[in-house]
Nanobody
Framework: QVQLVESGGGSVQSGGSLRLSCAAS?????MGWFRQAPGAERERVAS???????RYADSVKGRFTISRDNAKNTVALQMNALKPEDTAMYYC???????????????????WGQGTQVTVSS
């Protein structure tokens, strides 16, 4: 059974930093992070493929950095200069397909993590 296990969420003040980590029980071509705030649609935050090409949501460019370790099947999201609008449940995602298009639809995500809450206070 494939598992994605997330860690690293929490509460921080505006301008602070958090690092999210996700460990997969197997290798995936693409991995990434989505987030969903209350009342909002789930959106892709960042994604990274096997060759470490990346894609970011415009709202996080320059503040968040995604990375992966192919040997350990892990993906991390370093979040700096956090803003209250970054508050959401963050989900690790893994896919056998490309994840660097402008839109990474939910149906192309093969597995999801359980989610980890990030709360940024002003």
């Amino acid at each position: 059974q494939v598992q994605l296990v997330e860690s690293g969420g929490g509460s921080v003040q505006s301008g602070g930093s958090l690092r999210l980590s996700c460990a997969a029980s197997r290798y995936f071509y693409c991995m990434g992070w989505f987030r969903q705030a209350p009342g909002a649609e789930r959106e892709r935050v960042a994604s990274i493929d096997r060759d470490r090409y990346t894609r970011y949501a415009d709202s996080v460019k320059g503040r968040f950095t995604i990375s992966r370790d192919n040997a350990k099947n892990t993906v991390a999201l370093q979040m700096n200069a956090l803003k209250p609008e970054d508050t959401a449940m963050y989900y690790c995602a893994a896919s056998h397909y490309d994840c660097l298009a402008e839109v990474w639809p939910d149906y192309q995500v093969n597995y999801w993590g359980q989610g980890t809450q990030v709360t940024v206070s002003s």
